[in-house]
């Protein structure tokens, strides 16, 4: 089964795609849609489209999970990823392909096995359950391959109807 997962953002959304099955997981694909903060919210929303529309095409996906928002301190941050977040779950799910959300305590707590790890300790556990020297990118990355992960994880309960 392969598995996208989705830290949404305006400026950076990271993206990541796992196979997953027989008790292991392997990095497919991860990298970062950027859109220009120059450009008018419309048009970066249009830009953001596009190319989660490349990336869906180019591989096949069977499930995708995206990081829920959430606003702490600036509201304003919150709003537009919320509107990047809008665009990601439409364009995932127009291809039918079922979306599910998680919080970041969640998909820490899966990962790294503690809800309140930090940004380099989800990292560091990606990059050694996935198999690779490290995850590159930014911290955007390591989170994708994490929500991804964290679906894999509670894929079989879902399954079950438990919800999680």
């Not at 392997?26 to 950027?34: L, N, Q």
């Not at 959430?70 to 039918?96: D, H, L, P, Q, W």
């Not at 911290?139 to 679906?151: F, R, S």
Request: hydrophobic share 45%.
């Amino acid at each position: 089964m392969f598995v996208l997962g989705i830290d949404p953002g305006l400026t950076r959304t990271g993206y990541g795609i796992i196979e997953t099955g027989g008790g292991r997981d392997r990095a497919v694909a991860a990298g970062v849609i950027r859109t220009d903060p120059g450009l008018p919210v419309a048009q970066r929303l249009v830009e953001l489209r596009s190319d989660l529309e490349s990336i869906v095409s180019e591989h096949r996906i069977d499930a995708a999970a995206v990081e829920q928002v959430f606003v702490n301190r600036n509201r304003n941050t919150g709003i537009a990823v919320a509107m990047a977040s809008g665009v990601i779950m439409e364009v995932i799910a127009k291809r039918g392909i079922e979306v599910h959300e998680y919080t970041p305590s969640q998909m820490k707590l899966a990962v790294t096995g503690s809800g309140s790890a930090d940004k380099q300790q989800v990292s560091a556990v990606v990059s050694m359950r996935l198999g690779l020297k490290d995850v590159g990118g930014p911290a955007d990355v390591a989170d994708a391959l994490g929500i991804a992960m964290c679906h894999a994880q509670h894929r079989p309960m879902r399954e079950m109807g438990v919800s999680t």
